[in-house]
Each structure stands twice: as structure tokens, then as C-alpha cells.
């Protein structure tokens, strides 16, 4: 399928590894040029020059801790008109409500709510006075079915989303779309944390922490970053015009409601 979307800029957020550099991926291999945001500036280098080599659009990177404002400056001096915006950070630690103070929830709320509204405030206005604008903001599956070790991020990433329902619906008209994906247990660098938070607490193995949850999921595994990344890339693309204030998400079934 053509994406209709060939020739246009997109922000990715902590694109260098995991479900972000599943996005940015797929997004360079329909024909759109990235700016690419990471803290590890070889890593982000190294993934840069993949996708260059692979897809050969232009990537452009961005070094910096994008939750401050002096990286979301520098990210948007880069590129100030994008019009594919992906909001990505990496989750807080996992751990006991009663063990977190306000800096904890303050650290959460920075990276996991008010970098995204933030980083949407910047781009959003010239999106629609363009015509067109995609926005996809990575949360967690944990934001339909909250899981008790993550609760930082149930709470951080609850806010974005109640902001988000709103604001997308003003938005649409213009041409701009405002939707989340919400992953369940991918093969991430996140995966491994919970599960060595698991194992330690349990005195376990990882690995078998690791196999135990695979094969509690219903596909019997665990999502890879390239199909996360199709998913990002539909919803970037022409086709989704009429998808906004949608939470997708993607689990392998692991969620047992209907709605």
C-alpha cells in the first residue's frame, strides 16, 4: 500500500532503538525523511546511518534529553515544521507507590505527559494551517489496564491521554489527526527492566521471568518493533484521516475486554 506520504518530515522521539526506531523505520521506508531524537548520541549516530543506507532518506539527528527544554528546543530548531510528530520516552522504573516522592512524579509527568502536550503545543498550528499533520504519541498498554508496579507511568501517560481526547477532536477538521498506540509487552530494553524488577523481587531467573510472560500471552510471544512500526506508519499515512482521539492497542490479544 501506498501511504501517500512520500516527501514529508517527521519528529521521532527516542528513535534510535526499540518502538521508536520501529517507527522510524518504517516511516523512512515510506519515502519520509526523518529528524531523529535520541540522548545516546553514538547509538542514535549508528541507527541514523541504517537508515540511511537502507531506505536512503535524509535523516537528520538530534542529540539530547528531550523531556528538558533545552532538548525540545534543540529538536525543534532542527526541524520547527514537521508534519509527522511521534511523541516517545522511555517509561519510569517500576516499583511501590509508597517509595515514590513528588520528584519521582514530577520525573514522570516531565517525560511521560508534558513533554508530548509540550512538543504538540509547538507543531500543531502550523500543521493545520498547513492542510495536514499526523501526531502519534507512544503510551502503554498499561493506560487501559493499569498494572500495579507501573504506576508512574499509569498515572503520567492517563494524563496525556485524557489531554489528548479532547484537543484531537479540534484538531481533525484541519487535517490534523491525534492518536496513541499503546504496546504491550514488545521485545524492548523495557521488557528486560520489568522482568529483572520481576526476577529480583522473586528471586528468579530473568529468562525464566522472560519465557513465563511470552508464553502467557495469547500469540505466545512477545511484538517485534516492525510491527509496531506498520502500525505507527498507517496511522501517519493518507488513509488515516478519519482515526483521531483513538488509543490503539497492540498486545497480542493480552487485554480480555471488548472495549
Not at 33 to 45: F, P, W
Not at 210 to 222: C, D
Amino acid at each position: 500500500m501506498d501511504l501517500g506520504i512520500k516527501g514529508k518530515t517527521a519528529i521521532v522521539c527516542a528513535g534510535s532503538k526499540g518502538l521508536g526506531r520501529g517507527c522510524a523505520e518504517a516511516l523512512a521506508e515510506a519515502g519520509v525523511s526523518l529528524i531523529l531524537n535520541a540522548r545516546s548520541k553514538d547509538v542514535l549516530e549508528a541507527t541514523a546511518e541504517d537508515i540511511r543506507r537502507t531506505y536512503g532518506v535524509t535523516v537528520t539527528t538530534v542529540a539530547c534529553d528531550v523531556t528538558t527544554e533545552a532538548g525540545r528546543e534543540a529538536l525543534l530548531a532542527a526541524c520547527p515544521n514537521p508534519d509527522i510528530l511521534v511523541n516517545n520516552a522511555g517509561g519510569p522504573p517500576p516499583g511501590d507507590f509508597r517509595d515514590w516522592d513528588r520528584s519521582h512524579w514530577i520525573a514522570a509527568l516531565d517525560a511521560n505527559m508534558l513533554t508530548p502536550i509540550f512538543l504538540i503545543k509547538a507543531v500543531v498550528d502550523g500543521m493545520m494551517a498547513r492542510g495536514f499533520g499526523r501526531v502519534v504519541n507512544i503510551t502503554s498498554a498499561a493506560v487501559k489496564a493499569p498494572i500495579d508496579i507501573l504506576g508512574l507511568s499509569n498515572g503520567a501517560r492517563s494524563g496525556l491521554t485524557g489531554f489528548v481526547a479532547g484537543v484531537a477532536r479540534k484538531t481533525i477538521a484541519r487535517g490534523v489527526t491525534i492518536n496513541a498506540l499503546l504496546p504491550g509487552p514488545f521485545e524492548t530494553d523495557r521488557i528486560q527492566q520489568t522482568a529483572k524488577s520481576a526476577a529480583a523481587a522473586s528471586g528468579r531467573d530473568v529468562e525464566a521471568v522472560l519465557a513465563e510472560r511470552r508464553a502467557a500471552n495469547p500469540a505466545g510471544r512477545f511484538g517485534t518493533r516492525q510491527e509496531f512500526g506498520a502500525a505507527c506508519a498507517f496511522l501517519c499515512s493518507q488513509h488515516a484521516g478519519f482515526i483521531t482521539g483513538q488509543n490503539i492497542l497492540i498486545d497480542g490479544g493480552a487485554y480480555p475486554g471488548t472495549m
